[in-house]
């Protein structure tokens, strides 16, 4: 059985920084690329970062930069790094397989002063 559990969320002021975590069992690492998708109040959701098994990795155009997606195979983990936070990074992301075929339930990342 696939899970994918997202942990790191919170509130951060602008210009600051959060760490996403997945933790992913069902042994999928060996099979799938991984990702972080986001979903803001209103909007569709969207590709925020990739990183294939070989550890490729690709960006939307409003996080490169900012943030850096990771991998570690031995931990069947993918973080996210988020620096210099704006307040429209405010969503909530969800980890998922890549492509999407699995997902995580989401947390919450709120950017405000």
């Known amino acids: 059985q696939v899970q994918l559990v997202e942990s790191g969320g919170g509130l951060v002021q602008p210009g600051g920084s959060l760490r996403l975590s997945c933790d992913a069992s069902?042994?999928?690492?060996?099979?799938?690329?991984m990702a972080w998708y986001r979903q803001a109040p209103g909007k569709q959701r969207e590709l925020v970062a990739a990183i294939t098994r070989g550890g490729g990795t690709n960006y939307a155009d409003s996080v490169k930069g900012r943030f850096t997606i990771s991998r570690d195979n031995t931990k069947n983990t993918v973080n996210l790094q988020m620096n210099s936070l704006k307040p429209e990074d405010t969503a909530v992301y969800y980890c998922?397989?890549?492509?999407?075929?699995?997902w995580g339930q989401g947390t919450q990342v709120t950017v405000s002063s």
């Open positions: 998922s397989t890549y492509p999407a075929t699995y």
């Open positions: 069902g042994n999928i690492f060996s099979i799938y690329g």
